[in-house]
């Protein structure tokens, strides 16, 4: 008399439906993470490029913002496309705009963040 097996197969079965959701969900989380990082650091730029403009009239803080991302990333973390300053009479703003770094070749995820300061005028009293 035999013995039949009637799960015969199914680790492997388990192991071939399993494994690529595992990492799938690992790469995910990476990748999410690489994103919030480079989204971070293009709103870090976007704040000092604003912070340097609203203290000398609403002028150079584009230059200010390349020079924080050249400071403080070699590239890797996100390619900058642009670095936008635009301001009114009581306003300035800068916007870093650019693509985070991925695990997928050919797959490019924009980050674009902008921050937003009112310009000081120093008046005498």
């Known amino acids: 008399m035999t013995r039949r097996h009637p799960e015969r197969g199914s680790a492997t079965l388990e192991t071939v439906l399993l494994w690529p959701a595992v990492f799938l969900l690992i790469f995910g989380i990476v990748h999410a993470g690489l994103w919030f990082h480079a989204r971070n650091v293009a709103l870090s730029a976007a704040r000092e490029g604003v912070r340097a403009a609203s203290l000398v009239?609403?002028?150079?803080g584009?230059?200010?913002?390349?020079?924080?991302?050249a400071a403080t990333t070699d590239g890797t973390v996100m390619r900058v496309g642009d670095i936008h300053e635009t301001s009114d009479a009581d306003t300035v703003t800068v916007t870093?705009?650019?693509?985070?770094?991925?695990?997928?070749?050919g797959?490019?995820?924009?980050?674009?963040?902008?921050?937003?300061?009112?310009?000081?005028?120093?008046?005498?009293?």
Do not use: E, K, N
């Not at 009239?57 to 150079?60: F, I, L, N």
């Open 107 to 125: 797959w490019r995820v924009d980050v674009s963040q902008s921050a937003t300061a009112p310009i000081r005028r120093w008046t005498a009293p």
């Open 96 to 105: 870093v705009t650019g693509s985070s770094t991925t695990l997928i070749p």
């Open 62 to 69: 584009a230059a200010r913002a390349a020079d924080f991302l």
């Open 57 to 60: 009239d609403g002028a150079g």
